[in-house]
């Protein structure tokens, strides 16, 4: 019989974790009691990261479109980092569900896995990444660690010689899930030029603390599943603001020049190695779904069609996921390490060229790149104003650890790179607003 996308599977469904999680999975770097019987600890976990601070502000973090640029009136309210993580979190809990993860568990990863990026999108990483170079680089996701487990403000630990600001204080379960590269920056198996990296030097001794026992370099099961949720989330959701918004019209995708844009963007950014026949039949996949949007004029009906496009993709690159896991492995419970998720090709190139689509219409516009520009002067000019006048327009939190960065135990060296740490974290929490008021604030005569 036909399962639909999202029905556990056998011994799947909500509940406490089953035999499959060990009880090393639900140890916290500080010990804690439970307040209430009856949660689970990953349940607790998903309680956290969804009273975050940290997870609120993401409302006003660039995903695509920028929140209050200009859009048809019909379409004012794009999505954010929040709206894409919430998202992501019922795509992953239920794809995770199905596999037999704990739902708690990976959807407390979807919900952490975009925590620790800055304002303006992946323009402000990058840009980040170019100041905090002397002290070791920024990465969304390793600051994303880092915020789990040292900057939001919850629990603290009173050990002698320990570090007293932990964090949420996750489980070793929740952490290693939302770790989607858990290695140090250079070290990434197979391709150490990779910018892509999960933990920052300070950082490492939860890091070995959270992989104890994990093979190096593999991401978890549900880390994966958290993985391929983003992917199937941005790309799909992507796609749909930009028609939405009026920088994608459908029809374009049927011209042989516009096609062949797609196909190169797809080729150079997300198939490496994919040839342009193969792209070219991803593409024509899709099209010929009788639910594909060829045309969209802001009506109630083009909106609907619209909406229920994007409700097919998603469960039809989750259920190839799901069906090509299921036949490597059974119909089982899997989770941890006893199993790696299986995305077949044809599902994953359908993806890169959703991808490349968005990419191609909504991100390529001349308007977005002098923002990104404009945005680009905006943080290196507050950074600049902050290194030289910290503490001062520091908020206190920051203010206090730049204080405690101050030479004394180690070399000057050393403290400057810690104190470029802390103007980093400072810049990275704040949201696009709160970026160009302070940058306003700190280099207005």
Not at 42 to 54: G, K
Not at 281 to 308: E, I, M, T, Y
Not at 368 to 396: F, K, N, Y
Request: with cysteine; aromatic share 6%.
């Amino acid at each position: 019989m036909h399962r639909t996308y999202g029905t556990p599977a056998p011994d799947a469904a909500d509940g406490p974790p089953g035999p499959c999680y060990a009880p090393s999975d639900s140890e916290r770097w500080v010990p804690e009691p439970d307040k209430r019987p009856g949660r689970t600890a990953f349940q607790r976990d998903r309680a956290r990261v969804l009273h975050s601070a940290a997870l609120r502000r993401l409302a006003g973090k660039t995903q695509v479109v920028a929140p209050g640029s200009s859009s048809p009136a019909w379409d004012a309210t794009p999505r954010t980092r929040l709206t894409h993580s919430l998202e992501c979190a019922q795509v992953g809990r239920e794809l995770g569900a199905a596999l037999g993860c704990d739902p708690d568990l990976v959807e407390t990863a979807c919900l952490a896995h975009d925590l620790g990026h800055p304002p303006f999108g992946h323009n402000g990483e990058a840009a980040l990444s170019d100041i905090a170079a002397p002290a070791g680089g920024f990465e969304g996701n390793a600051q994303s660690l880092r915020l789990l487990t040292r900057l939001e403000p919850k629990r603290f630990s009173s050990e002698p010689g320990a570090q007293a600001h932990v964090g949420l204080n996750l489980t070793r379960a929740a952490l290693d899930a939302a770790t989607k590269y858990p290695w140090r920056r250079g070290e990434r198996p197979g391709d150490p030029d990779s910018p892509k990296f999960g933990v920052y030097e300070e950082d490492l001794p939860v890091f070995h603390w959270l992989r104890a026992g994990a093979p190096e370099g593999r991401r978890c099961f549900e880390a994966q599943v958290m993985d391929w949720s983003d992917d199937v989330a941005y790309s799909v959701h992507d796609v749909e603001d930009g028609i939405r918004a009026g920088h994608l019209d459908p029809g374009l995708l049927l011209s042989p020049p516009e096609r062949r844009d797609v196909f190169a963007v797809a080729a150079a950014r997300y198939a490496p190695g994919a040839s342009e026949g193969e792209l070219s039949a991803a593409l024509d996949r899709l099209l010929a779904q009788d639910w594909w949007p060829h045309f969209h004029d802001g009506s109630a009906l083009a909106q609907a069609r619209l909406k229920d496009a994007s409700s097919q993709l998603i469960g039809r690159l989750c259920l190839a996921a799901e069906a090509a896991t299921r036949a490597a492995y059974g119909a089982g419970r899997l989770t941890r390490y006893a199993a790696e998720l299986i995305v077949p090709e044809d599902a994953r190139l359908e993806c890169a060229v959703l991808k490349a689509v968005a990419d191609r219409y909504v991100m390529q516009r001349p308007d977005l790149e002098r923002l990104r520009a404009e945005q680009r002067v905006v943080i290196a000019e507050l950074a600049e104003a902050l290194l030289a006048r910290a503490p001062e327009g520091l908020d206190p939190q920051y203010a206090a650890l730049y204080a405690e960065a101050e030479p004394g135990a180690g070399s000057e060296r050393e403290g400057a790179a810690a104190r470029l740490r802390v103007v980093v974290d400072q810049i990275s929490s704040l949201t696009d607003v709160s970026a160009r008021s302070l940058h306003r604030a700190l280099t207005t005569p």
